[in-house]
Nanobody
Framework: QVQLVESGGGSVEAGGSLRLSCETSEETTGRLFMGWFRQGPGNEREGVATITPGDNSTYYVDSVEGRFSISKDDAEKTVYLQMNSLKPEDTAMYYC?????????????????????WGKGTLVTVSS
């Protein structure tokens, strides 16, 4: 069982930045597919960024491309989401997700079904 704990959420004005962190219980993030998802009020949960084990390939949805950056520190067992140029529409609960490869794939990498493990979320509020 992989446990995930997010931190770093908060309130920021439009144009500002935040860095979210996700600490894992897994001995190493080196074998986990990791993703960040968000869910705004009345919206479905959507994937925004993902990083693969090994070659650390990263993928982003169009709405955050060029503004968000996912990275990880395997030694610290932590995955990060650097969010720059934040917009009010980025306001949401942000969730960290992980998978050992059983569900993750190129068609599921931004879908909740692509991940087996979830954190409880951290709230990001962006004011205009």
């Amino acid at each position: 069982q992989v446990q995930l704990v997010e931190s770093g959420g908060g309130s920021v004005e439009a144009g500002g930045s935040l860095r979210l962190s996700c600490e894992t219980s897994e001995e190493t993030t080196g074998r986990l597919f990791m993703g960040w998802f968000r869910q705004g009020p009345g919206n479905e949960r959507e994937g925004v960024a993902t990083i693969t084990p090994g070659d650390n390939s990263t993928y982003y949805v169009d709405s955050v491309e060029g503004r968000f950056s996912i990275s990880k520190d395997d030694a610290e067992k932590t995955v990060y989401l650097q969010m720059n140029s934040l917009k009010p529409e980025d306001t949401a609960m942000y969730y960290c997700a992980a998978d050992l490869g059983r569900n993750w794939g190129h068609f599921s990498k931004f879908r909740p079904s692509g991940y087996s493990y979830w954190g409880k979320g951290t709230l990001v509020t962006v004011s205009s």
